[in-house]
């Protein structure tokens, strides 16, 4: 399974990004696929993901300004994020797994497989 994440930037605070993660070698269309994001010398933090069924879910500090899709005929998963603040300034990082429940899509244990990570900087 490899996932390859693309997109990061350096942006000014209010401008936007749009992130791509392509996953191959599993089942994409039953797949559950997160962006998680760690700021330096922070923890992990669940960002954004989206079930097979398409159901999304967003981390409270992200809500109404990040928006992630998945595109199942190219196996991707974006996440466009709008009105970007300097808290957003992290490495930025997409999982996928096949078994996670509902309750599951913001434990970053659950996720088996992991891409790359791409830096994203917003700073004035």
């Known amino acids: 399974v490899q996932l390859q994440a693309s997109g990061g930037g350096s942006v000014r605070p209010g401008d936007s990004l749009r992130l791509s993660c392509e996953v191959s070698g599993l089942t994409f269309r039953s797949a559950t696929v997160a962006w998680f994001r760690q700021g330096s010398g922070k923890d992990r933090d669940f960002v954004a993901g989206i079930r097979y069924n398409r159901h999304t879910y967003y981390a409270d500090s992200v809500r109404g300004r990040f928006t992630i899709s998945r595109d199942n005929t190219k196996n991707t998963v974006d996440l466009q994020m709008s009105n970007l603040e300097p808290e957003d300034t992290a490495v930025y990082y997409c999982?996928?797994?096949?078994?996670?429940?509902?309750?599951?899509?913001?434990?970053?244990?659950?996720?088996?497989?992991w891409g790359q990570g791409t830096q994203v900087t917003v700073s004035s």
């Open positions: 999982a996928a797994g096949t078994t996670l429940i509902a309750s599951s899509v913001t434990s970053r244990g659950q996720y088996p497989h």
